[in-house]
């Protein structure tokens, strides 16, 4: 009969077997799988292989980077890590052997690639297997396309390159199997079914256009410009690119001739207005052998009068009310003046203002030189009641209107005097 100690341990045993068949154990690697398994490339064209592990339970897991990787032929194709297969400078056939060693159970699994390497330059075409194709990618002096070279890639698979211009440079041209797809700074391949190839040209960044700022330059007779002709203008270099810069007022050149005569020129810091007339101040910038120009166009105008009766100098003589003026440049100082003890209402008006309606407005005026017309519009009244005096100045780019149109007198009313800048 079995003594208790043996009893003892048969039952432990059987226990801690019943136990252990409680939980699965983890699935185990029964294989490798690499992809692609037949290779044809290009001398010196990569291509990145993939390792798939296969489990006891149907699932795959990637093991590329934990692979080691041998060829039968180093000439054709060089030792290489982590799957990316570069083909080497001489053609021919070489076998990559793929070891993968299991961790749970340190079991040795291994699968194989088959890679031939051929030159161009000996056959016509490159025959890539069928599931990959070719994309050469070249780039110009000037810039670069990243990536660059040959490169296999898998079928139905994208490709996106990257066109970047050194400094100085931009981007002329990108073409697409031999077609221009523009001056595009990248371009995706899709769905790739062909071999194919793209190119960037680059071209120096030249100098395009210069702009001016302000363009024109409006003078009256006698006005001097101070501190240079130019000092407060600006230049803007444009180039082919469609980047700008400012360019310093030394590196101007320009030619005055069209405006000599209209300009007084003896004193270069103090630039006179001497006569009416417009003429051009060519501006122009070189850089790169390449030369700019822009124009200022430059006009010498005058405010003059150009409508006057005669009869504010017949009021004045006769101690009725009355205007006088001082013209400065394109302003006018007006005095108005009211010698009488009644209230009169001079009016002027500023480069054709609108006027408004008021009470006066549909008065028929009964006597003086604006017989029978209506008192009209008001624009900018100065009411002066009693002996007195008022003064105004006034600006204008085109024409300024001033009379005296109501007040105690219809006779002494004043029909518009008319001032044009011409």
């Known amino acids: 009969m079995l003594n208790k100690k043996v ?14 068949g409680c939980y699965p154990s983890d699935p185990e690697v029964i294989g490798i799988k690499v992809s692609p398994d037949t290779v044809t490339l290009s001398l010196g064209a990569t291509i990145q292989l993939e390792v798939d592990a296969v489990y006891d339970d149907g699932n795959h897991g990637d093991v590329t980077s934990d692979c080691i990787y041998v060829s039968n032929n180093t000439k054709v194709v060089p030792l290489f890590d982590d799957g990316n297969l570069v083909a080497g400078q001489i053609p021919g056939k070489a076998t990559i052997t793929v070891t993968y060693t299991s961790n749970s159970k340190n079991k040795v699994f291994t699968d194989t690639v088959e890679v031939t390497v051929e030159d161009p330059d000996i056959i016509e075409e490159v025959v890539t297997p069928v599931r990959c194709y ?11 396309i990243s990536p660059s070279g040959k490169l296999v890639v898998l079928k ?70 101070t501190e240079g002709l130019l000092a407060t203008y600006s230049i803007t270099a ?12 030394d590196y101007w050149i320009t030619d005055l001739t069209d405006v000599d005569g209209i300009l007084d020129f003896s004193d270069p810091d103090n630039v006179i207005a001497v006569e009416e007339g417009t003429g051009d101040i060519i501006i122009s910038y070189t850089e790169g052998g390449i030369t700019a120009i822009d124009i200022v166009t430059v006009t010498v105008k005058e405010l003059i009068v150009v ?20 013209i400065d440049c394109f302003c006018i100082e007006f005095t108005f003046v009211n010698p009488t003890p009644h209230a009169f209402v001079f009016d002027y008006r500023v480069d054709g203002e609108a006027g408004e309606m008021h009470e006066y407005s549909n008065l028929v005026i009964t006597g003086g030189e604006l017989l029978g017309e209506y008192i009209g519009l008001r624009y900018n009244w100065v009411v002066i009641v009693g002996v007195g005096t008022k003064t105004v100045t006034v600006c204008a780019e085109k024409e300024v209107w001033v009379g005296l149109r109501v007040g105690a007198e219809n006779d002494w009313f004043l029909d518009w005097i008319k001032f044009e800048v011409k």
Request: charged share 15%; proline share 2%; with cysteine.
């Open 307 to 326: 409508q006057d009766s005669g009869q504010n100098v017949i009021n004045e003589g006769l101690d009725r009310p009355y205007i006088n003026w001082e």
């Open 156 to 225: 139905g698979s994208d490709k996106t390159f990257t066109i970047t211009p050194d400094t100085d440079y931009q981007i002329a041209d990108v073409l697409v199997d031999g077609v221009s797809v523009g001056a595009v700074t990248a371009y995706n391949f899709t769905n790739v079914i062909a071999n194919h190839t793209i190119s960037a040209t680059f071209k120096v960044v030249e100098l395009d256009h210069i702009v001016v700022v302000p363009d024109e330059m409006i003078l009256c007779v006698g006005q001097t410009v």
């Open 7 to 20: 009893l003892t341990l048969i039952f432990v045993v059987a226990f801690l077997t019943l136990l252990i």
């Open 134 to 144: 070719t994309i050469t990618a070249t780039a110009s002096l000037g810039g670069s």
């Open 238 to 249: 444009y180039y082919s690119d469609g980047s700008t810069k400012d360019i310093d007022f």
